[in-house]
């Protein structure tokens, strides 16, 4: 058991130094554009929610 936790371990170490990790740059991009892209979709949801609570609204006063 032991010896296959040590052997995982290795291949695990071995796996990480082949990784291509982004720069900064990139890191502080991809950031900006999914802070961006949930604030879009965050309105989206909030405008549909607003609308669609004032038809139904409308359609409770109208019965």
């Given at each position: 058991m032991f010896a296959r936790?040590?052997?995982?371990?290795?291949?695990t170490s071995q796996e990480?130094?082949?990784?291509?990790?982004?720069?900064?740059?990139?890191?502080?991009?991809?950031?900006?554009?999914?802070?961006?892209?949930?604030?879009?979709?965050?309105?989206f949801v909030f405008v549909?929610?607003?609308?669609?609570?004032?038809?139904?609204?409308?359609?409770?006063?109208?019965?």
């Amino acid at each position: 058991m032991f010896a296959r936790f040590s052997r995982y371990l290795k291949e695990t170490s071995q796996e990480m130094q082949r990784v291509s990790w982004p720069s900064f740059a990139d890191l502080k991009e991809s950031t900006i554009v999914v802070c961006v892209t949930v604030g879009v979709v965050t309105f989206f949801v909030f405008v549909v929610d607003q609308v669609l609570s004032f038809i139904q609204k409308k359609l409770i006063l109208m019965s």
